[in-house]
């Protein structure tokens, strides 16, 4: 009796749920003719502009014909706006309950300190290393310059003006020092301008020691020299009786050709320091990049950690791949979120205990059951995901290859259709490619970094240079470096460094730091390079010779 309730109620239930699924069939099919028609009638009464909208977007649209009762399929291209790429939802693990959203604009930091203070940080060190500098390489240049100018008048006092302009004649030997000091100037002034003159390309949050000794003494050597100068000039020209007891003016010039020769040498350390110690490999650093986990090895000199830090972030924004945000997780197909989710219901409205115990052990079993199967299920969705990823390469490769077979240039040669400028013939092939490349950059989530226009831009200059059509798709194909991306071209990129010694102390082995900038970070581990030990072996010319060995199996 109960086993005839149970199937009349299984009965009714398919009953009810085919006359439901009829109904919404028929006013699904109801709604779509209704619709055939709306559209019909407002194709017929609008106008078409095809002045403002783009060639590669259609729309297929089937209305009924009266005269002969056929369906007749109507072609309308639909006009595409600037964010084409970006009218697509990707499902990412930032979109959970328990993670921000990438969308929340609200959520992310600010832009960085643009303001006085940032512009007096990035720019204190460099004025003081102008004011230093130009002040050095003018002293000896006063030096010889002052006395004639008539700046010292003790000197000329004590001694009488006819003996002064005696003093401060300049014979031949006087001569050549001076040419001597003018190319040595003109030597420092370039050594100068390339290591202390030129811009620096990051704002560090220590003190770049070196560079703060090799000023320093800079300093302290300008100023002793200075002060000797003044006290030999003033001194001796007050002490002096006869002329002959006077500083004449080949000794200032040979004082100021001295301090050149210093200030060569100090500048001569300073490549030493700065230039030339790094240069040789001494340790190896490991870069790893969250959240997606790509990772690069390179060798490394000796720098301090801040410089280091500096010298990482040229390495990744000219050898890193770009990260997307949108591929951290693959989107799972339909039937399989459908088929993640269980639902009971209760015919009959009786609450049954144990019906329930059944149905909760039930999908404990089969979260259990998943749970054992997800790496199953990972590889499965790489697996198709790459599958899809390569026949979408392949589509847009033939149809750009294809695209490019239209296009030819006019070597001063009458053709029969009008000449295009690039951007004109760009236009022109670009339709026959763009749902090729729409599909790619769709499912490679490249789609927000790539416009119409940018595209556009790129296929008219390689059509000008002649370039292959797997030329065109390279910025397309390959997702790297980091500044191929519109996002990170700034003038200014601001990251934070995080490490537990001191940022102005020199790299050692073990010695880890961090650099962050949004939600993403970079973990640097450093290791010192091994001492190799080369030994020399001497091989006996008489053992380079062989015999051949011959037994029942081998075939000659």
């Not at 909208?53 to 600037?82: H, K, W, Y």
């Not at 020769?261 to 030339?276: K, N, Q, R």
């Not at 979260?367 to 790459?386: I, K, L, P």
């Amino acid at each position: 009796m109960g086993n005839e309730t149970a199937r009349d109620m299984e009965t009714e239930s398919v009953k009810s749920e085919n006359s439901s699924r009829s109904r919404r069939s028929k006013g699904y099919h109801r709604d779509r003719n209704n619709y055939r028609q709306h559209s019909h009638r407002s194709n017929r009464n609008k106008p078409q502009k095809t002045e403002d909208m783009a060639p590669f977007q259609t729309s297929v649209t089937l209305t009924p014909d009266n005269r002969d009762g056929q369906e007749v399929i109507e072609v309308q291209i639909l006009p595409q706006d600037d964010n084409w790429g970006e009218n697509t939802t990707a499902i990412t693990g930032n979109t959970s309950e328990q993670s921000g959203s990438t969308e929340d604009v609200s959520n992310w930091p600010g832009e960085p300190d643009t303001g006085l203070s940032f512009i007096c940080q990035q720019y204190l060190g460099s004025v003081f290393t102008y004011v230093i500098s130009v002040s050095a390489f003018l002293s000896p240049i006063a030096m010889v310059v002052l006395p004639k100018l008539g700046f010292f008048p003790a000197l000329s006092s004590n001694v009488g003006l006819q003996n002064n302009s005696k003093l401060l004649l300049c014979g031949a030997e006087c001569k050549g020092l001076l040419v001597s000091l003018a190319f040595k100037l003109v030597i420092l002034a370039g050594g100068a301008w390339a290591i202390f003159l030129r811009k620096p390309n990051a704002t560090l949050p220590g003190i770049f020691l070196f560079r703060a000794s090799v000023l320093g003494l800079t300093l302290i050597c300008t100023f002793a020299n200075w002060l000797f100068y003044i006290v030999q000039v003033t001194e001796n020209a007050r002490a002096a009786i006869t002329p002959e007891d006077s500083v004449d003016y080949k000794a200032l010039v040979a004082y100021a050709s001295s301090l050149t020769d210093t200030l060569l040498f100090i500048h001569y350390l300073s490549v030493v320091l700065m230039e030339i110690r790094h240069q040789k490999p001494a340790y190896y650093i490991k870069i790893i990049r969250s959240p997606d986990g790509a990772s690069k090895a390179f060798s490394i000199g000796q720098l301090s950690i801040q410089r280091a830090a500096v010298w990482v972030l040229e390495r990744y924004y000219t050898e890193f791949p770009i990260y997307n945000p949108y591929l951290e997780r693959i989107p799972v197909s339909k039937s399989r979120k459908a088929s993640s989710s269980f639902k009971f219901y209760e015919v009959d409205g009786v609450n049954n205990s144990g019906m329930q115990q059944s149905n909760s052990r039930a999908m404990l079993a089969a979260h259990a059951r998943r749970r054992d199967s997800s790496h199953n299920e990972r590889f499965y969705e790489e697996h198709e995901y790459e599958r899809r990823v390569k026949k979408r390469r392949a589509r847009l490769i033939t149809a750009a290859e294809e695209a490019f077979t239209h296009i030819k240039r006019l070597h001063n040669d009458q053709a029969p259709a009008i000449p295009m400028d690039p951007h004109e013939a760009a236009q022109a092939i670009f339709p026959s490619m763009a749902r090729a490349l729409q599909k790619y950059l769709r499912v490679t989530r490249q789609q927000p970094r790539h416009s119409v226009d940018s595209i556009l831009t790129h296929l008219a200059n390689c059509l000008s240079h002649d370039l292959t059509p797997r030329a065109f798709l390279e910025p397309y194909l390959l997702t790297e470096p980091v500044l191929l991306n519109d996002k990170e071209q700034k003038c200014v990129q601001t990251w934070a460094l995080i490490c537990d010694e001191l940022l102005s102390r020199p790299i050692g082995d073990n010695i880890c730091f961090q650099l962050r900038q949004n939600d993403v970070s970079l973990l640097c581990c450093i290791k010192k390079l091994p001492h190799f030990n080369i030994t020399e072996e001497v091989v006996d010319p008489k053992s380079n010779k062989f015999v051949l060995r011959l037994n029942s199996e081998t075939s000659v």
